[in-house]
């Protein structure tokens, strides 16, 4: 059987999304706590980035599923002293059932996978999370009780959360409206395949009016240049998930960030620590999610 990669979220039909949120469900009632899919074998995780929840939430959830987790750094493997990506996902794929990357340039996720006869799991590339809104998906639907529908607005930076958030939005058949600032929009690709759910606006509340859900991240991630950090700083100020931002959304309104979080930044303290925010329910949720899409890749 030909093995399968979930590199960007359109890995996965909505119909699969839909089981997977089910399972992970399941996973989280604890009703399953027998099942070992992955008994007697052994995942890698190749990270070029720091990470807590993503690593410890695939570490943990290996374990749980009866596999061994092996955490590899870029800089303790042979690639960061030159050995090609072809031939250390060749490698890595003699040894391993699936392997978990987490990397710069989506393009080297997609190098591995290429070359890799076992599935591989993108566990953030610049341009990409999606276990982050597998994870996020079952947030929502655990406090909204439905996915079709629900109007989310995505405030900030148009980077590798917002775009997997647009193709999951488009998959569940969702709304979203991003707030971006000029020029930190999401990528163009992912925006010239969207419907017209999805919309891109400048000013926060044009976005956050009547929302279901307001989610943000960080306004410098991991591997942004010298260059555009500078410029962020003075262009993000007024995209933040504040107490009157907050006002503009539905009362009900769930909170999301994927974490970490910059409190004063991107989010105030009172909102991410405030009776909307579901931030630590949705952070424990990758333990879950990612379980699912384990036992559905890996064989
Ligand atoms: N949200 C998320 O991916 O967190 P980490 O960077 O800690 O893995
Ligand atoms: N956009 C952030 C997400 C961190 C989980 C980054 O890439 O650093």
């Known amino acids: 059987m030909k093995k399968r990669d979930f590199l960007t979220i359109r890995d996965f039909t909505p119909t699969e999304i839909a089981a997977l949120l089910e399972r992970a469900a399941e996973f989280k009632s604890g009703m399953t706590s027998g099942d070992k899919p992955l008994f007697g074998k052994s995942v890698g995780m190749l990270f070029y980035k720091t990470s807590t929840r993503t690593r410890i939430s695939f570490e943990v959830g290996i ?10 750094t870029q800089g303790q493997s042979q690639l ?22 987490r990397t710069f340039e989506h ?34 639907k655990e406090k909204k009780g439905r996915l079709e529908g629900i109007k989310i607005a995505y405030i900030g930076d148009g980077n590798n959360v917002a ?4 193709e999951g939005a488009l998959q569940m058949g ?25 919309t891109v606006v400048t000013d926060p509340k044009d976005a956050a009016a009547g929302a279901d859900c307001l989610y ?21 100020a007024a995209y933040q998930i504040n107490g009157k931002l907050l006002s503009y959304a539905k009362p009900d309104c769930t909170v999301l ?19 909307n925010s579901a931030v630590f329910d949705q952070a424990e949720n990758r333990l879950h999610t990612q379980k699912a899409v384990l036992e559905m890749l890996i064989k």
């Open 257 to 275: 960030h994927c974490l970490p979080a910059h409190r004063g930044q991107e989010i105030t303290d009172a909102v991410i620590e405030g009776p």
């Open 216 to 236: 943000t991240d960080v306004w410098i991630s991991m591997g942004d240049k010298e260059e555009e950090i500078a410029d962020k700083q003075s262009k993000f």
């Open 63 to 72: 374990y749980q599923l009866g596999g061994q987790p092996l955490y590899i």
């Open 163 to 166: 775009n997997s958030l647009i």
């Open 107 to 140: 393009n080297i996720a997609a190098e591995f996978a290429a070359y890799s006869s076992v599935p591989v799991i993108n566990g953030l590339t610049d341009t990409h999370h999606p276990c982050q809104i597998i994870a996020d998906l079952m947030t929502i």
């Open 80 to 101: 960061s002293r030159g050995e090609p990506i072809a031939d250390t996902a060749r490698v890595f794929s003699r040894y391993l059932s699936g392997i978990v990357i």
């Open 174 to 198: 969702m709304d979203l409206a991003v707030a971006s600032p000029e020029g930190y929009e999401p990528s163009p690709g992912i925006l010239k395949d969207a419907a017209s759910r999805i």
